[in-house]
């Protein structure tokens, strides 16, 4: 079967540590995939290596029947793969609207004198940029803080300013590096929502890092379970749960 | 979503205004530059003060090539002046070895800027922060040393008599040219993208930008708009030698940046005015403030930074909107404390 994103034995070595064993995945189209493990087990050197932050030791990842292992961070986004970071990384002294619209620059066919000098070109290809930035914005209910520094929007905010931004990059697959940290509850189980919305209205796939449990059962259909860099397992929801090498890895030996 | 995008319904009515909006513009220049010469003409400018305003003039423009570099793409570079030496040179060279045209020899010298910013740029826009400003202050002195050693420009002793050709309308159209290129560059995604990099390179590379190339743009930019400074300086000056622009000078175009505002091309204009016409103004003081003028510039310096560590404006610009609001404060300020005044009355 033909699949998204086909990851085959990645592996990377820093130095004499190997941080990522023989990885395999796959992801299919308008898949909601999670990927969890113990801290350390590796799960954002794969992410780093999905996006092109590192270049694998050895493997292969093949995306939307293209090789993409080894190139530049920003050629993968432009063959429309986008993530948030785990640390959230916003441009902070610019506007959340701003933000939003630095994703269309490599999507954009103005030229550079035309920037220069406005060309009308330039101008209704601007106009059109700030309407589109403003739907994603108001998709993800920031469109009436649009005009205010990323700097100063509460957390919770910036973390959904960082899904709206990877969105305006129109990815067909979209990395969340663990998109609930530091929300209170009310604002996970309006994410879960959220994520679950944006797989079927974009009709993209999502794979997500994220540690509370609650939100990867419930919103992932598939999941692969990384410890100490090697996948210890894989399946839907109820097997990993079930799973006694996934539970020897979150809680030791004889839990 | 995608049928949404296609059909964007576009007023074709934002050209017109932005057009009618740059007539504005270009007669408010055209207007200001009357009053100018009305002034000279009067004898209200005298030609001291005319060369203060022209050598302001000037500096500015290197200057806003700074900011672009410094302020919007956030790369230090300590060795701004040395591009400005290599339009002067490259200008003076042509006027007055090739008898150039005024003109092409401008664009001789900002092309030879912008040339040499492209192949210096490649290699070393790759380091960052300290390292950058280390080699960008290297690569300054190195200029200054290669120029001192061709005696076909004078060496060390420099070049004379260039012919005098800059006049206050070429640095005040210049100036205005160089204000817009940049407003209207940072204003565009190219510019979203520039300050993109200098916020977070990782995650703008994330975002699909290419971080080396926007550094190369705004780099070669910045640095075509020192060459041009150094044109105009050298037909102004009529003198030129190396050590005009050491890192003295970069260092110079650096406060005037910081001052105004990293990031404010309105924050460049003001920090550049003031401290040309601080030392300068100082001068005419007693006798006190005479002696001791670049002392108390530098006691300005530092009491500045530490009341306004963001530099005079920031990163706001002055704009027509925001000098109307605020008069419109000011305004009301007034009118209300007239209403107190008369309660109080009663």
């Known amino acids: 079967m033909e699949q998204l994103l086909n990851v085959k034995n990645l592996t990377i070595k820093f130095g004499g540590l190997t941080a990522v064993n023989t990885v395999n995945m796959q992801i299919g189209d308008n898949n909601l995939v999670g990927l969890i493990g113990p801290n350390g087990a590796g799960k954002t050197t794969v992410f780093n290596m999905l996006t092109g932050v590192y270049k694998p030791t050895s493997g292969k990842i093949d995306f939307n029947g293209e090789r993409i292992d080894g190139i530049k961070p920003y050629d993968i986004t432009s063959k429309r793969i986008a993530r948030t970071f785990q640390n959230i990384r916003l441009f902070k002294d610019l506007t959340v609207l701003q933000n939003v619209m630095v994703s269309f620059d490599f999507q954009a066919k103005t030229t550079l004198l035309g920037s220069i000098f406005h060309s009308p070109h330039q101008m209704k290809e601007e106009a059109k940029m700030k309407e589109e930035a403003m739907e994603y914005l108001k998709i993800m209910k920031l469109d009436d803080k649009a005009d205010e520094l990323a700097k100063n929007l509460p957390y919770g905010e910036q973390r959904r300013l960082e899904i709206a931004r990877a969105l305006a990059a129109k990815p067909k697959l979209l990395l969340l590096d663990e998109p609930a940290a530091g929300m209170n509850p009310q604002e996970t189980a309006e994410l879960t929502e959220m994520i679950r919305w944006i797989k079927e209205e974009f009709k993209i796939s999502v794979l997500l890092i994220e540690h509370d449990m609650k939100l990867v059962m419930n919103v992932c259909e598939y999941i692969y379970v990384l410890s100490f860099g090697e996948i210890i397992a894989s399946g839907v929801p109820e097997e990993i749960q079930k799973n006694p090498k996934v539970i020897e890895a979150y809680l030791g030996k004889g839990a | ?346």
Not at chain 2, 52 to 73: P, Q
Not at chain 2, 228 to 237: I, P, S, T, V
Not at chain 2, 250 to 270: A, E, Q, R, W
């Open chain 2, 1 to 346: 979503m995608e049928e949404q995008m296609k059909d964007t319904a576009f007023d074709k009515s934002v050209i017109v205004k932005t057009y009618i909006k740059y007539a504005i513009i270009i007669g408010v220049l055209f207007a200001i530059y009357g009053i100018a010469l009305l002034l000279i003409q009067r004898g209200i400018l005298d030609s001291y003060t005319l060369r203060v305003v022209k050598t302001a003039g000037i500096f500015m423009i290197a200057a806003f090539g700074l900011n672009l570099i410094l302020g919007y793409t956030g790369q230090l570079t300590m060795g701004h002046a040395a591009f400005m030496s290599i339009g002067a040179y490259g200008s003076a060279i042509m006027t007055q070895k090739f008898n150039m045209p005024y003109g092409v020899s401008l664009l001789v010298g900002i092309l030879a800027a912008a040339i040499l910013a492209a192949l210096i740029g490649y290699p070393i826009l790759r380091l960052k922060g300290d390292y950058l400003a280390i080699c960008t202050l290297g690569f300054g002195e190195i200029v200054k040393v290669v120029i001192q050693n061709i005696d076909y420009v004078g060496g060390a002793r420099g070049m004379t008599s260039i012919p005098v050709k800059t006049s206050l309308m070429t640095i005040f159209f210049c100036v205005a040219l160089c204000f817009a290129i940049i407003k209207n560059l940072i204003h565009s995604s190219k510019g979203r993208a520039i300050m993109s990099v200098r916020e977070d390179d990782i995650a703008a590379e994330a975002m699909g930008i290419n971080p080396t190339k926007y550094k190369m743009i705004s780099f070669v930019l910045g640095s075509a708009m020192a060459g041009l400074a150094g044109g105009l300086y050298a037909h102004f000056n009529t003198f030129i030698d190396p050590v005009t622009f050491n890192y003295a000078k970069s260092f110079d175009f650096i406060t005037y940046v910081v001052l105004g505002g990293m990031g404010s091309v309105s924050g460049t204009v003001v920090g550049t005015a003031i401290l040309v016409f601080l030392p300068e103004s100082l001068r005419g003081l007693s006798e006190v403030f005479k002696e001791n003028r670049m002392l108390i510039y530098a006691i300005m310096l530092v009491a500045l930074m530490i009341f306004r560590p963001n530099g005079i404006l920031g990163t706001k610009e002055i704009t027509v909107k925001g000098i109307a609001n605020w008069c419109k404060r000011i305004y009301a300020k007034i009118t209300h404390k007239g209403d107190k005044t008369a309660k109080a009355g009663e």
